[in-house]
């Protein structure tokens, strides 16, 4: 089974729910602007997540505030290549502060939470950045939400994610009347460690 084969059934299904429940949606990004948003980021996105921008929409479409679209202008922190760029530059005022390499920024959660995909990991490990967690030592604010970006979609769609609403969610197929016991649990596993280890040198803009 090919990478493309094995996501063509979760990408129709996505791409469904994106035409049904999201206004506007954007065009999918053509292969060339796909090729030079990886150029600029100097390493290639997960395989599916580069498929959900060519094959369903350049953002626009997901849970809550939506995927980012790819790129943007400069240090735009609201699209994945200038959001990328800007938060793996150092910050003068912050010595300690660091974002790791290879992880993309993927949607706001609002309060300044993140949303964010390692392309380096073989099955797209999807992590929570929350700066309130930070206290004054940002490996605090890294969890790891889903092992995989597949698992992860698959739980966005059923809406049973620890970001599920039964009174608002607009993205995932939850039922109202499911207990909150049903959803994931808010404890996510400290991603701190290897957050760390893969801050490596931040990038110049």
């Known amino acids: 089974m090919t990478v493309h084969d094995r996501y063509d059934d979760l990408i129709a299904r996505l791409a469904a729910r994106a035409h049904?429940?999201?206004?506007?949606?954007?065009?999918?990004?053509?292969?060339?602007d796909l090729a030079a948003a990886e150029e600029r980021l100097g390493f290639a996105l997960h395989p599916l997540l580069a498929r959900l921008y060519t094959e369903i929409a350049d953002g626009g479409f997901g849970p809550d505030d939506r995927f980012f679209p790819l790129d943007g202008p400069a240090g735009d922190p609201?699209?994945?290549?200038?959001?990328?760029?800007?938060?793996?530059?150092?910050?003068?005022?912050d010595p300690g502060w660091f974002w790791p390499e290879g992880v993309v920024p993927l949607l706001t959660w609002g309060s300044e939470m993140i949303a964010a995909v390692d392309c380096r990991s073989a099955e797209g490990t999807v992590v929570l950045f929350d700066p309130n967690e930070a206290d004054h030592d940002w490996a605090n604010a890294w969890f790891k939400d889903a092992d995989g970006l597949a698992g992860w979609l698959e739980t966005s769609l059923a809406g049973t994610g620890w970001y599920a609403d039964p009174d608002a969610d607009d993205w995932g197929d939850l039922d109202a009347a499911v207990a909150d016991d049903q959803l994931q649990s808010v404890e996510l596993d400290r991603w701190g460690a290897q957050a760390r280890a893969r801050a490596g040198t931040p990038a110049a803009v």
């Open 78 to 93: 609201g699209a994945l290549v200038a959001g990328y760029a800007a938060r793996r530059s150092a910050d003068p005022g």
């Open 20 to 32: 049904e429940r999201c206004a506007l949606l954007p065009d999918p990004v053509p292969p060339r």
